[in-house]
């Protein structure tokens, strides 16, 4: 088990996610997670992945590639902070898909990336120890705990996983 992060282990905008985070069991939470949301967006026809709600608004092929490009980046400051404290800068996620091509992709290629990208989260998040998952750097200007990033993947995905739910379903 990973203890909830305390306030001042992550940036304020990160709170909503770590809120949605409602077990102790974050390991399993990203398991359980990896088969569910692999099944969901894995099933969708090609039409219903270029369901956008509104105008300007992300396909669900762009909200599956924001979730595997947010994790790599989540997962990769976790690696980071776990060896050494340092630094990392932010990333804009609308220059990030304005600058990957996930419409011309197959919904599965997208979804089997997505299970390919978390089974390694999986093993990268089970390998910290007690203290490396209180080890903190800083990313995109705030302080954040391993373990924080930790809850952050999980609630960045339950976060938008409820959108999909509302909006596009």
């Known amino acids: 088990m990973i203890n909830k992060p305390q306030p001042d282990e992550y940036a304020p905008y990160a709170a909503g ?9 974050v390991i399993g939470l990203l398991g ?21 709600y509104a105008e300007g608004k992300w396909t669900l092929k762009q909200v599956l590639g924001h979730l595997v490009d947010t994790e ?31 419409n011309s992709r ?16 999986l093993f990268l998040f089970k390998a910290f120890s007690a203290e490396q998952l209180t080890r903190k750097g ?18 960045h995905e339950l976060h938008h996983l409820k959108i999909v739910k509302e909006k596009y379903f």
């Open 32 to 52: 359980q997670m990896k088969h569910s949301t692999y099944a969901m967006f894995n099933n969708l026809s090609e039409e219903k992945a270029m369901h956008s």
């Open 72 to 102: 790599r980046t989540f997962s990769y400051r976790a690696f980071v902070f776990s060896r050494a404290s340092a630094e990392l800068p932010g990333f804009d996620q609308d220059v990030y898909i304005a600058n990957a091509d996930f």
């Open 17 to 25: 996610y770590v809120g949605l985070v409602n077990t102790p069991d």
């Open 106 to 121: 197959s919904i599965q290629d997208l979804a089997s990336e997505y299970k390919a990208v978390r089974e390694s989260t």
């Open 138 to 155: 800083v990313a995109s200007g705030h302080p954040v705990s391993v373990r924080a990033l930790v809850y952050m993947t999980a609630g």
